[in-house]
């Protein structure tokens, strides 16, 4: 991608090629000023159609970012089945909801459950632009997790309806403009926590170094 700095930089090394050429040859009249701005910017804006610079998003939060609960990222999310592909998606942490263990009596977990407590990550998605429907019916679960004291807390994955937090998938109709609610279960050991939420798909830049709301 080339950045403004880039364009810039041809921009000064367009104009001295102009300027360069007029004085080379003693009979050539010089170019007017007007002229070799216009042919610069034409060449420019030339270049940056070729490396796509017209399909550039707005700024994509870097791996490794630190924000605040309630600040507002912009991620480069993996298409499902496309390698190596990702759709935009914005994400605002709301809320690390504290839950009580009897709310999930109903899930049946057993005594896989035993000495651990729930939270409820509620999270703003949005889309962002036109690669973001690509992400129509994307599972979140594994993407968002939370953390105690920096370790991550166990994702649960909730099969059927679960009304206290319910939805981690975004719609099958998803779209450019589309805003949607999530809520993600994990589970922390009891009296650890969970006071940050991280962003690690299995996008390699992410998991290596994720985003993190604390």
Not at 63 to 76: E, K, Q
Request: with cysteine; charged share 25%; net charge negative.
């Amino acid at each position: 991608m080339i950045t403004r700095k880039k364009l810039l930089a041809i921009g000064a090394i367009a104009t001295s090629a102009l300027l360069v050429t007029a004085c080379a040859g003693a009979d050539e009249p010089e170019q007017p000023d007007d002229q070799v701005v216009e042919e610069t910017e034409d060449q420019v804006d030339d270049t940056a159609e070729e490396n796509g610079e017209d399909d550039v998003p707005g700024d994509v939060t870097a791996p490794g970012s630190t924000l605040a609960i309630g600040d507002t990222a912009v991620l480069a999310h993996p298409i499902d089945g496309e390698d190596g592909e990702t759709g935009l998606l914005s994400a605002t942490v709301n809320e690390i909801e504290s839950a009580s263990i009897d709310e999930l009596a109903d899930l049946d977990l057993g005594e896989s459950a035993d000495g651990l407590e729930p939270y409820y990550l509620h999270i703003t998605v949005a889309g962002v632009d036109e690669t973001s429907e690509a992400l129509a019916g994307a599972t979140l679960t594994n993407a968002f997790a939370g953390l105690a004291a920096g370790s991550p807390a166990s994702n649960l994955n909730v099969i059927g309806s679960f009304d206290p937090c319910n939805i981690t998938s975004l719609d099958s109709e998803w779209a450019a403009d589309s805003t949607q609610e999530i809520c993600i279960v994990v589970l922390s050991p009891e009296g650890s926590d969970v006071d940050s939420v991280q962003y690690s798909p299995r996008d390699e830049e992410y998991r290596a170094d994720p985003v993190t709301w604390e």
